[in-house]
């Protein structure tokens, strides 16, 4: 079973690239900020709180989402995928913890790299189409820098455990699914 980690700035194609691994792979996509935008939609007690803070490009609480991850995990028995998730190290090392309740552990984080004007350009293309609440240039400043300063220490971290996997995330989405597989192998 692997449990795998997609990682990436916003508009790294994260998202977009899950749909590939889940497929070849067998896993359950999970992603923190669609389920926390679910919420939103939703109008739950939850949603209400975080609102403000997801409009603004802030990260929630750490304990918000790991309590939904611990409750996706526990329901899961094919392997995930964890898109948007952990954001901090903190995170992650919640999720080691809950992935080994289950005798379970990371295999391998996936780390898209994308420059940042190329990162700005597609969220603002996606504003466009999908009109997504927080694509909208002061907003995605301040995701871009809240992953400077607090999500990109995470790949540090697996990159002590060995696992952080390096791919250009730039180039047509078929020859970046490509890359993916290559490394993360059979
Ligand atoms: P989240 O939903 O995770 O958003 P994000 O990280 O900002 O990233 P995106 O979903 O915008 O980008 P992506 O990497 O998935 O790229 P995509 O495939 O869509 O988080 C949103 C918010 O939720 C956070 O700001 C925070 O508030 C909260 N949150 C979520 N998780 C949290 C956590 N763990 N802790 C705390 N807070 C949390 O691609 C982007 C666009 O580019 C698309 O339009 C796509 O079509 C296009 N594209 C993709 N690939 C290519 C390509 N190769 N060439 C050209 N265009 C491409
Ligand atoms: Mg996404």
Do not use: W
């Not at 990260?59 to 954001?87: H, Q, T, Y």
């Not at 995605?140 to 540090?156: F, H, M, S």
């Not at 996997?165 to 059979?186: F, H, N, P, V």
């Amino acid at each position: 079973m692997k449990d795998i980690v997609i990682f990436g700035a916003p508009g790294a194609g994260k998202g977009t690239q899950s749909d590939f691994i889940v497929e070849r792979y067998g896993l359950t996509h999970v992603s923190t900020g669609d389920l926390l935008r679910k919420e939103i939609a939703d109008q739950t007690e939850l949603g209400k709180r975080i609102k403000s803070i997801m409009d603004a490009g802030q990260l929630v609480s750490d304990d918000i989402v790991s309590e939904m991850m611990d409750a996706a995990i526990a329901a899961d028995n094919k392997g995930m995928l964890f898109d948007g998730f952990p954001r901090t190290v903190a995170q992650a090392e919640t999720l080691d913890k809950l992935l080994a309740k289950h005798g379970r552990t990371v295999t391998c984080m996936v780390q898209l790299e994308v420059p940042r004007e190329e990162l700005i350009r597609r969220l603002l293309e996606r504003a466009k189409i999908q009109g997504r609440a927080d694509d909208n240039e002061e907003t995605i400043a301040n995701r871009l820098a809240e992953y400077g300063n607090k999500t990109l220490p995470v790949a540090q971290y697996y990159a002590r455990q060995g696992k952080q996997k390096i791919i250009d995330g730039t180039g047509t989405i078929e020859a970046i699914a490509a890359r993916i597989q290559e490394a993360i192998g059979a």
